[in-house]
C-alpha cells in the first residue's frame, strides 16, 4: 500500500508566500466568526485584490493560515463566481445578461464589448487590460442595460457611450 | 476590505434612487423612505437621529419584552419582503430561546440577485441606520448575540454606507455591549459574498457564511433551531426588518391599516418597475396596489409598444397578462393567478419580444446559478437550455414542447433540494401556458428567423 501523501503536497504551494499584510488582515477577518473557516472567502479576495486572481499555489498558503485543510479552501475557491482562478486583466467588466437588460438592450451591448475589445467572455485583451465576464443581475435594472467595471456601476449603458466608458481605465 | 473602496463615484455611474419626492412621503404613510432626502446622498446618524431614528430601539429596550415584540410582529403579519411571503412574527417566535439554548444570529440577507430586484440596494445606500435599527429590534426578539449583513459583493457603495454607519452606530452606544443603558449587548459585521445567485437561499446563505460552498441544506432542523455553527439563526430579508422599526413603534393596528381595503396583506411595499418603460423605478406604495398603477408611474412602455406580458416580482415568479394589471400586487392574489408576488418588482416585457428568446436567456441564468447538488436542477436546467435554444432557431422537434413541460414539472416544488428549481419551472410554465403557439412556431422554422446570437449554455 501506498504511503498517504500530504494533500498540501499534491497541490503544491511552490515558492507561493502570503503577503505579511495579508496575513495580518485574515487573521483580523477571524474575529467576526465562531470558526476561522468561514473568513476563507474574504481570505481568498484578500489574496485576489493583491495579485489579481487565485493561483493554485495561494491555496494551501490560505488554508495553513486559517487552520483548515486546503481542500476545504479549494471547494470554496472554485464555487463563487467572484473568485478568478486564472489571471485576469487589470480591469474586469461584468455584463449584466439578466432579464431587464436583456429587455433593454443587452444583445447589442455584449456584441459592442465583443467588437471593441476583441474578445468574449472569460478572455482578456492581449495587453492585459480587459477581462470580460458574465454577472447575475447587478440591481440597477432602473438603469439598464447595466454593467460594472471593478468596483463600478454604469447604467444605463449603450454601445456608443463604451469607448468613453472604457478610457476611463487604462 | 475599506481602503479598497472608492469614496468619489465616477459622475456617469449608476446611482439608486427613488421617484418620490420628500414632499410626497410622509413618516404615516412612507415608513420605508420618508427620511430618504431628495440628493439621494445617505441620511447618517445625525440626521436620521433628527428624524426620530432610533425610538423603536429606545421603546423595545426599555420595555425590556422580547415576546411582545414577536406578538406585535404576528400581528401586525409583516410578510417577508425577499419574496416567499412567510410570516416574519411567525418565523421569530419559531426561534428556540430560553434555558441552556445558546444566544444565536440574526441574519440580514442582502443577497439582492433576484433578477429585476433592486430595491435592497436604495435602503442600504441610503438608509443604512433604519435597517441597523430594525436587526438590533430582530436581535432582541430572537436573543441573537451577533448579526451579519450577508451583502452580496457586487454591492461596493452598500459595503461603504453600512460600515461606515455601523462604526456611528457603535461610536454611539447602539451597538456594543449595553445599547441604550439597557444591559443588552448585540453587534453587526458586514458579510461580502463573492458571487452566486444560491447565496440568497436562506442555509445556502447559512453555508456560505460559514465559509462553504452555498450548497441549500436540508430543513429541518430550521435555521431557528439550528443554523449558522448550530446556533438557533434567523435570516430576513433587508426591506423585511427595515419595516419592524415602525411596527414596533406605531403597533400593529396601524400597520394593517397602511394598505386600507386594497388586500388583506398589511403595510408598505417597495414596488418597482423595469424594462422597456420609460420611467423605470422604485416607489414606496400601499401594499396592494395595482400593477396598473405601478406601469403608469413608469410611464407606460417606450415607443410605443404594447404590453405583452409581466413578472411581478423577479425571474422566478410566473409570467402574467395585461388583464392582471388591475389586481392588487400581494402575496396571495399573486399566488393565486398562478405566480408569486416575489419582491414586487415588475419586469414588463413589450410585444415584439420573442417569449421562446426571453425564456432562454432566463433559463440560460437558472441553469448557470444552479449549485449543481441535486440531478432535477442540475441536470434539468441546462436541458431546459437547450430546447429552448433549438426552438429559438426554429430547429425543435416534434415532442421538444411536451418535454419542456415534463422537465418543468419535474422541477417542481418537493422534487428538488430547495426553491431554486421550482423558481426556474414557474415563469417556464406560465410562458408555456399562455404563449404556447410562439414555441410551436420554434419546431420546425428554417433557421435563422428567430432571435440572433443565442449564447451556447456551458460557455457562460
Avoid at chain 1, 472567502?41 to 499555489?57: T, Y
Avoid at chain 1, 483548515?68 to 478568478?84: D, N
Avoid at chain 2, 429541518?220 to 414596533?248: D, H, R
Avoid at chain 2, 389586481?327 to 398562478?338: R, S, V
Amino acid at each position: 500500500m501506498a504511503e498517504p501523501v500530504a494533500t498540501s503536497q499534491i497541490i503544491g504551494s511552490d515558492g507561493f508566500e502570503l503577503h505579511p499584510a495579508d496575513e495580518t488582515a485574515i487573521l483580523r477577518e477571524l474575529e467576526h466568526y465562531e470558526q476561522p473557516q468561514a473568513a476563507c472567502i474574504e481570505a481568498l479576495k484578500i489574496v485576489q485584490r493583491r495579485h489579481g486572481w487565485v493561483p493554485d499555489e495561494a491555496i494551501p498558503a490560505v488554508a495553513r493560515v486559517l487552520g483548515i485543510g486546503p481542500g476545504a479552501v479549494e471547494g470554496v475557491a472554485t464555487f463563487y463566481s467572484l473568485i478568478f482562478r486564472q489571471p485576469v486583466g487589470r480591469h474586469v467588466i461584468l455584463v449584466c445578461d439578466s432579464s431587464s437588460c436583456f429587455l433593454t438592450g443587452f444583445d447589442e451591448l455584449k456584441q459592442a464589448l465583443v467588437d471593441q475589445l476583441g474578445i468574449d467572455y472569460g478572455e482578456t485583451t492581449n495587453d492585459s487590460r480587459f477581462t470580460l465576464l458574465p454577472v447575475c443581475c447587478l440591481g440597477a435594472c432602473d438603469g439598464a442595460p447595466a454593467l460594472m467595471i471593478d468596483d463600478d456601476t454604469y447604467g444605463p449603458v449603450t454601445a456608443d457611450d463604451l469607448p468613453g466608458l472604457l478610457e476611463g481605465y487604462p | 476590505m475599506s481602503e479598497s473602496i472608492p469614496n468619489q463615484r465616477r459622475s456617469v455611474g449608476y446611482r439608486s434612487r427613488l421617484l418620490q419626492t420628500e414632499a410626497e412621503r410622509r413618516a404615516d404613510t412612507h415608513p420605508l423612505t420618508w427620511r430618504l432626502r431628495d440628493d439621494g446622498e445617505a441620511v447618517w446618524l445625525d440626521e436620521y437621529l433628527r428624524k426620530d431614528g432610533y425610538q423603536s430601539v429606545r421603546k423595545a429596550l426599555s420595555e425590556g419584552d422580547p415576546q411582545a415584540i414577536i406578538a406585535t410582529m404576528k400581528e401586525a403579519n409583516v410578510r417577508g419582503r425577499g419574496g416567499a411571503g412567510f410570516s416574519a412574527g411567525l418565523k421569530w417566535s419559531l426561534t428556540l430561546q430560553g434555558g441552556d439554548i445558546p444566544r444565536g444570529y440574526l441574519i440580514c440577507n442582502a443577497d439582492e440577485m433576484e433578477p429585476g430586484t433592486f430595491k435592497d440596494r436604495l435602503l442600504m445606500e441610503q438608509q443604512p441606520h433604519l435597517l441597523i435599527e430594525g436587526m438590533i429590534l430582530g436581535a432582541f426578539a430572537n436573543n441573537s448575540r451577533y448579526g451579519y449583513i450577508f451583502l452580496r459583493g457586487e454591492y461596493v457603495e452598500a459595503a461603504r454606507v453600512l460600515n461606515r454607519a455601523i462604526d456611528e452606530a457603535r461610536d454611539a452606544g447602539w451597538l456594543g455591549p449595553d445599547i441604550n443603558g439597557s444591559g443588552f449587548d448585540f453587534d453587526i459585521a458586514v458579510h461580502t459574498g463573492a458571487g452566486r445567485y444560491i447565496c440568497g437561499e436562506e442555509t445556502a446563505l447559512i453555508n456560505s457564511l460559514e465559509g462553504k460552498r452555498a450548497n441549500p441544506r436540508g430543513k429541518p432542523p430550521f435555521p431557528g433551531q439550528s443554523g449558522a455553527w448550530g446556533k438557533p439563526s434567523v435570516v430576513n430579508n433587508v426591506e423585511t426588518l427595515c419595516n419592524v422599526p415602525a411596527v414596533i413603534l406605531n403597533g400593529a393596528g396601524w400597520y394593517q391599516g397602511l394598505s386600507g381595503d386594497r388586500t388583506d396583506d398589511g403595510g408598505s411595499k417597495l414596488y418597482g418597475c423595469s424594462g422597456p418603460v420609460d420611467n423605470p423605478g422604485l416607489w414606496e406604495l400601499p401594499m396592494g396596489t395595482t400593477g396598473m398603477e405601478i406601469l403608469d408611474r413608469a410611464g407606460g412602455l417606450r415607443d410605443n409598444r404594447q404590453l405583452k406580458a409581466w413578472l411581478p416580482g423577479g425571474a422566478s415568479t410566473g409570467f402574467l397578462l395585461p388583464e392582471h394589471l388591475e389586481l392588487p400586487l400581494d402575496f396571495d392574489t399573486m399566488g393565486k393567478e398562478g405566480s408569486r408576488l416575489g419582491t414586487g418588482l415588475l419586469t414588463v416585457v413589450p410585444d415584439d419580444m420573442s417569449m421562446v428568446s426571453l425564456m432562454r436567456n432566463l433559463e440560460q441564468f437558472f441553469a448557470r446559478e444552479s449549485c449543481g447538488w441535486c440531478t432535477p436542477c442540475r441536470d434539468g436546467l441546462p436541458w431546459v437550455v437547450k430546447l429552448l435554444q433549438s426552438l429559438e432557431q426554429g430547429q425543435g422537434e416534434p415532442g421538444d414542447i411536451e418535454l419542456l413541460d415534463k422537465l418543468a414539472a419535474d422541477c417542481g416544488p418537493g422534487l428538488t433540494f430547495c426553491a431554486h428549481a421550482p423558481g426556474a419551472a414557474m415563469p417556464l410554465q406560465t410562458a408555456l401556458r399562455h404563449f404556447r403557439h410562439e414555441f410551436e412556431q420554434g419546431v420546425g422554422k428554417p433557421r435563422g428567423e428567430a432571435h440572433q446570437d443565442p449564447i451556447p449554455v456551458g460557455e457562460v
